[in-house]
């Protein structure tokens, strides 16, 4: 292999290496972009349904109150509305959330929750103001306290998923750390292989030529490999043998 | 000392590395794109980049000096076990700096003992990868390059000369050039069968090939938490127990069996004496475990004794049970057998059978002198009389091998590690086996140390690797000169 192939492959080599850790570090920066997008968005997510599960469910016990205390008949559609809207946001939730298990306290809760609102509508009987506050709060705070739990797990979670952040952000920078030493050991080496095969023997025939152009010396340069240096000189000694001849 | 030429070599064992991890990519693309893929992917390039660098400029050699075979072998050892590093550094998970150097010297030293507390959490890339390196750590990164190497002759005999310790050089009734070729061909022989046989067996066909890399190398790393006791299958843990032993027997007598030679296996002292400690030191184990009642029957107290003998003395360090349960004196034995170990030329570590027979030799060659002050007594190995250099150097390794251990041991328990622990981890790290007892027994793992033990049991690994003699040299500067 000539020379100039060997010089330019050895940059090459070094250009290959810092594109292809590029290439790694942009997917792994970009993957990671990603999940914290991911992160935040059904962060938000969670915390805007459990916040209209909540309402819904406020609305429900608001209604029911004007029922069964105020006896006022005409709440009923209110608490239609508002249980419809917590169950549109609930089915959200479902279609929305990966682990289902998160919901799981929510529906059962809510089954108490519309079993007791059932039998009470079931009954067409305004129930007494002890069925509402010692039967029927029970179940609502039940319900309230599972939407609640169920935002504080989301927050929790955000524990775990900083961890994973953290440990993908570190694969995204390893490439490069890794990358820029292997780099510092290919420098090093092409140094070092760049004077012993071509600044060495160059200083060796400068120096050699020098010593036969002012003292004479014989020119007697030791090289081994069959490249362009070598074969300069071998012309040099040819040139010197035909100097010498004529 | 032409530090080219010496890049040239260790480049092509570089090279040959980074084709198993192109492989491990493979696994982990073929396994839905683990998230191991990316990691090996670029482990691989890198690691290629920095093989093939040397060969664009360094011609190649016919001639190799004893010292630059030395530092080409060494070399080659410190940076395979650095490579191996970057698949477990770009992957992250349990690894930092100190975990990731120690998992990759304890694959290629074929140590097998573990820095992850959840080996069942790496992806099967990741796995694989771990299992190639005890697969190219066993057969010596650098005797394996050999084969690929174009040089011939003077070259081969030299970096052999270095991978292979004396006593097992001497046992190689072959030119040089063919000890490369019948190491290859047992080794692949004995990973192909034991593939077939585990997979028979019941092991699926990924456990069956890591199993048999861990095996054939004396390895001992496991795809699980619990080892071999994950299989509780009694065929899978006689076929690896099989494959222990023959792979602590000398690889030559291994082929020279089975191709019908007279100095076979059974014709060897040293093969003799392994395979009787394997035997006597087993069943001394179960009767102590069976009258102690730590098994109900002498049957099952027996599958768990032999199973831990071959796989300590083998130096493969694989588990089906909690040997820190076991009683004082089985707990002693398999400390025995851990420093005895395999016989020379093959992939196990430690003491090796041969200097444990020779010593034992010397010892009574000793008595016998003292009896006869004027008799003229020779030590003879396999009928053959052995140089006195020879039986010095033996007997000077051993002395070496224990003062090692002893300072090794000084060193960890001031760094608070308990006695039991330090002691046996030295033990084992030196001997290349892998689990030891207290906080390493064989169900534990070396997860919880500080990463100045770690990397403190890393260098005592290499030492063991290398004979000893063979790294320490390479820091003598005088030697250099």
């Not at chain 2, 530090?3 to 084709?19: K, S, T």
């Not at chain 2, 290629?108 to 003992?113: E, I, Q």
Request: aromatic letters at 14%.
């Amino acid at each position: 292999m000539g020379m100039r192939k060997k010089i330019m492959l050895g940059f090459l080599s070094l250009a290959l290496l810092l594109f292809f850790s590029g290439m790694v570090s942009l997917f792994e920066l970009n993957r990671l972009s990603t999940q914290t997008n991911n992160l935040l968005a059904s962060s938000s997510r969670n915390m805007e349904l459990s916040r209209r599960m909540l309402d819904a469910v406020q609305e429900q016990n608001t209604a029911l109150l004007q029922m069964v205390v105020f006896e006022q008949a005409g709440y009923d559609s209110s608490f239609v509305a508002a249980r419809r809207a917590f169950d549109k946001t609930l089915a959200e939730a479902t279609v929305t959330i990966r682990d289902l298990s998160e919901l799981d306290s929510i529906y059962l809760a809510r089954e108490h929750y519309n079993e007791i609102v059932n039998n009470f509508f079931d009954q067409h009987v305004l129930t007494d103001v002890d069925w509402f506050v010692n039967v029927y709060k029970t179940s609502y705070y039940q319900l309230t306290s599972a939407i609640k739990n169920y935002m504080t797990l989301s927050q929790n979670s955000l524990g775990t998923k900083a961890t994973q952040l953290k440990n993908n952000a570190y694969r995204a920078i390893m490439p490069g750390i890794l990358t820029l030493c292997v780099s510092i050991i290919i420098v090093i080496m092409f140094y070092f292989l760049l004077n012993l095969y071509y600044t060495d023997p160059i200083l060796k025939i400068t120096k050699g030529l020098q010593d036969y152009l002012t003292s004479r010396i014989p020119f007697n340069v030791k090289m081994e490999g069959k490249d362009e240096i070598f074969k300069l000189k071998e012309y040099i000694e040819k040139l010197i043998f035909l100097v010498k001849s004529k | 000392m032409r530090f080219n030429v010496i890049l040239r070599y260790v480049g092509m064992v570089i090279l040959l590395n980074a084709v198993f991890m192109f492989l491990s990519a493979g696994i982990s693309y073929m396994n839905h794109m683990d998230t191991a893929f990316y990691p090996l992917l670029l482990s691989g390039v890198l690691t290629s980049v920095l093989g093939i660098f040397p060969l664009i400029f360094v011609e190649k050699s016919d001639q190799i000096y004893t010292k630059e075979g030395y530092v080409i072998v060494t070399g080659a050892w410190l940076v395979a076990c650095l490579v191996g590093t970057f698949p477990y550094l770009l992957w992250g998970g349990e690894f930092d700096l100190s975990t990731a150097w120690f998992e990759s010297v304890s694959g290629y030293t074929t140590t097998g003992a573990t820095a992850l507390s959840d080996v069942e959490a790496l992806p099967r890339g990741m796995l694989f990868w771990r299992a190639s390196t005890h697969w190219l750590g066993g057969v010596g990164v650098v005797m394996f390059a050999l084969v690929v190497l174009p040089t011939l002759g003077r070259t081969k005999m030299t970096l052999s000369s270095v991978e292979l310790s004396v006593l097992a050089k001497d046992n190689y009734k072959y030119r040089a050039q063919k000890i490369v070729h019948i190491l290859l061909f047992v080794y692949v022989g004995i990973t192909f069968v034991e593939t077939i046989l585990l997979k028979i067996a019941g092991t699926t066909w990924f456990d069956a090939v890591t199993t048999s890399f861990s095996t054939v190398a004396t390895g001992g790393f496991s795809n699980y938490n619990s080892s071999i006791a994950h299989y509780n299958n009694i065929w899978i843990e006689m076929i690896i127990i099989f494959f222990m032993v023959l792979s602590g027997l000398h690889f030559g007598l291994i082929y020279a069996t089975f191709s019908g030679k007279s100095n076979n296996i059974f014709r060897s002292e040293v093969a003799r004496f392994y395979l009787y400690s394997i035997l006597i030191g087993g069943f001394a184990i179960a009767i102590s475990l069976w009258t102690s009642g730590t098994y109900p029957s002498l049957l099952s107290s027996m599958r768990y004794a032999y199973f831990q003998a071959a796989a300590l003395i083998s130096t493969t360090g694989f588990a089906t049970a909690d040997t820190n349960l076991w009683t004082s004196f089985a707990i002693i034995v398999l400390i025995w057998l851990m420093m005895q170990c395999g016989c020379a030329g093959s992939t196990s570590g430690g003491i090796k059978s041969d200097r444990v027979w020779l010593a034992m030799k010397v010892l009574r060659a000793r008595i016998l002198q003292q009896q006869h002050p004027n008799a003229i007594i020779r030590i003879k190995l396999n009928n053959v009389m052995q140089d006195n250099a020879l039986v010095n150097f033996a007997m000077l390794f051993i002395v070496a091998y224990l003062v090692l251990i002893l300072v090794g041991t000084i060193i960890v328990t001031a760094a608070g590690v308990d006695l039991m622990t330090g002691f046996s981890l030295i033990t084992t790290c030196i001997g290349n086996v892998g689990p030891g007892f207290g906080s390493v027994g064989s169900m534990d793992n070396y997860a919880h140390f500080s990463p100045f033990v770690k990397s403190f049991s890393t260098l005592f690994m290499l030492l063991g690797r290398l004979e000893i003699f063979g790294l320490i040299q390479l820091f003598l500067i005088k030697w250099w000169k």
